[in-house]
């Protein structure tokens, strides 16, 4: 168990998504777990390799869309019963069908912000810094045409020269150590 | 190539922006790598030599930008009087240009959300500045119910708001649902908006040279890096927000047309106004992205990534949705005559035959007879510039509809004593002018400083994203 102090991992560039999905699942089947891919966009294998199926999105943006439809349908209740009782063509006050559009656009509001904003904070977003920018071939291309493979140092299984040696044998165009 | 319709006989081998296995037209051009589809589309915002054409554009869009200012100031200082509404006509300009507007929105959340959901890859191209379309439109539409209240700077009663007053909106008003309706659209479809732009602001930043755009762009990514479990959340908050704005963008021209439904007055008092606003809502909403899409593809050469077989679509889609349109104007004149109701049949016939009826066939002539009867050819729908005269047609097409609906019931009430005429004044030409000046300004700044086409998703679609050697049968195993 070789760590070396300051070290967050080391970081293997692939050319295509399907090396890099390649050596996510040898690593996984090797026993690591504290790892993670990064692409430039959604790699549907790399999250089965990664063995990620669930997140608590769709539970966030549920309880948002209840929220909102309580919010709304009681708002209107309030208002319209109690605290400014109108009578509107001798409508009764309490309206409940003229309340449901009101309540369905807030459910979707509500829901709708919880599913973007819920999932910017499961993300930890906004985060300025993470150790992975301090790499220098990241930036170069994890956004654009690379396909990254980040084993960490937490992981148990890591050792700074077992592991480089372990990411080198899937034709990696590189393999860097990452500094916290 | 662009106007080369395809006879059946056609040899895939000769043109590549057919798909050989299909045959039909590629969704984009074939040779694109990751590589360079961030290269073509992030240069168009990062580059250093900004286009003349776009300076010349934006001079042109913000000079008419100007006119909607001095029409705001001038309503401001002088009030609502200025305007040709007056009763009977109480509605005019201002909400007919409201609805033009927000119907215009329409399409960019059907192309964002309904064609997500609908795994209509082809979308993936458009959807970004459709999105944005989506937003000037609601800009620019929010503006004139606002104005019309007469005093914009107590606009903000419209909301329930705790007030010293102690008085609250009325909810058994459609208005009051109108408020809520258009703002939530808006505030999804800029969540929406901004949420899918996020992992591209992360190759902005990545890419760009200057300093101030790595921080600006580095700010707007919000640190977005691309992870595996950030990439399985994102997609799920993406279609969950497609999910969301689906029933959202149907309901909002639904509560708009209540406006109109739940008031008693002929014309307006009818059960189909839901749809047939929907309805012509994407219809008149695609109208304008092709009216957008096709000179932007022009001017930054963007053929190989929104290619005929968009416009192709989208054509098909103005001819599904046109085809709904003429069945509600159909069943409107139907339910006129057959409901036996006296005000009905006066109101339509009078639609047609009266002081206005010009505006009754104008918008037959442009919303039915021109699109309806040419959309069915492939030759014409992959025609380029056939389609932009067309979009342009449509578009004036569904503001005299709106035009129809609101002055023609309004100026000939029940009462004969009642009835009056509707005439707009110089202030209604030139604030709606200006809002047009405005949404084109928004969208140049935008095709400018945001990445107009989805990086990450073009990506998606390109024959390098596929994996060989992963055990197939492992994988459905999971998913199921």
Known sequence: MLVREGVYGLLAEFDTPGAMVHATEAARDAGYRRMECYTPYPVEEAASALDVHRNRVPLLTLMGGILGLTTAFTMQTWVSVIAYPLNIAGRPLFSWPAFIIPAYEWTILFAGLSAAFGMLALNGLPQPYHPLFNAPNFRLGATDNKFFLCLEAIDPQFDANETRAFLEQFHAVSVVEVEL | ?480
């Not at chain 2, 000037?136 to 107590?154: D, E, I, K």
């Not at chain 2, 689906?246 to 002929?266: E, K, M, N, Q, R």
């Not at chain 2, 004149?333 to 006066?346: D, L, N, P, T």
Request: some cysteine.
């Open chain 2, 1 to 480: 190539m662009a106007t080369k319709p395809l006879p059946p006989h056609h040899d895939p081998a000769v043109d590549p922006m057919i798909d050989p296995v299909t045959g039909e037209f590629a969704v984009i051009a074939p040779g694109h790598t990751f590589k360079s589809v961030t290269e073509k589309i992030s240069r168009v915002v990062l580059t250093s030599h900004t286009p003349l054409g776009w300076f010349f554009g934006l001079i042109v869009a913000s000079g008419i930008a100007t006119l909607f200012v001095i029409a705001v100031t001038w309503l401001v200082l002088k009030g609502v009087g200025v305007w040709g509404v007056t009763i009977p006509g109480a509605w005019g300009f201002a909400i007919i240009n409201f609805v033009w507007w927000i119907g215009i929105g329409h399409a960019g959340t059907l192309i964002s959300a309904i064609l997500l959901l609908f795994k209509q890859g082809w979308r993936n191209s458009i959807n970004r500045f459709a999105e944005a379309m989506t937003i000037f439109a609601v800009v620019c539409a929010g503006m004139f119910p606002v104005l019309h209240v007469g005093r914009p700077w107590l606009g903000y009663w419209l909301l329930p708001l705790p007030n010293t007053m102690n008085v609250w909106p009325q909810f058994r008003s459609p208005l009051a649902w109108d408020v809520f309706a258009v703002s939530t659209y808006a505030t999804i479809s800029v969540v929406f908006w901004y949420i899918g732009m996020v992992p591209d602001f992360g190759t902005l930043r990545d890419k760009a040279q200057l300093p101030l755009a790595k921080y600006v762009y580095g700010l707007l990514s919000l640190g977005w890096r691309g992870s595996t479990r950030h990439w399985m959340r994102y997609e799920t908050a993406s279609l969950l927000l497609a999910g969301l704005s689906t029933p959202l963008v149907l309901s909002v021209h639904t509560v708009i047309s209540f406006d109109f439904a739940v008031a008693a007055l002929p014309g307006w008092h009818t059960t189909i106004f839901p749809p047939y606003f929907v309805a012509g809502a994407i219809y008149s909403g695609f109208a304008m992205v092709l009216t957008l899409a096709i000179p932007i593809r022009k001017f930054y050469h963007m053929e190989d990534l929104v290619t005929v077989r968009h416009l192709d679509n989208m054509a098909k889609v103005m001819l599904g949705t046109g085809l709904i349109v003429a069945y509600g104007y159909g069943m409107e004149v139907f339910m006129a005559w057959y409901s036996a109701s006296h005000w009905e049949w006066f109101m339509m016939w009078n639609r047609m035959f009266g002081p206005m009826g010009w505006g009754y066939w104008l918008l037959i002539l442009f919303n039915i007879a021109i699109p309806l009867l040419t959309l069915w050819w492939r030759k014409l729908r992959t025609n380029v510039a056939y389609l932009f005269l067309l979009s342009i047609v449509v578009n004036i097409g569904m503001w005299f509809e709106r035009f129809v609906i609101v002055v023609t019931s309004l100026y000939r009430d029940f009462l004969p004593s009642s009835w009056g005429t509707y005439k707009a004044t110089r202030w209604d030409y030139l604030l709606f002018i200006g809002t047009m000046g405005l949404f084109t300004s928004l969208f140049l700044l935008f095709v400018r400083f945001a990445p107009m086409i989805p990086m990450n998703e073009i990506k998606m679609m390109l024959p390098a994203t596929k994996i060989h050697g992963i055990d197939a049968e492992e994988t459905v195993e999971e998913t199921a």
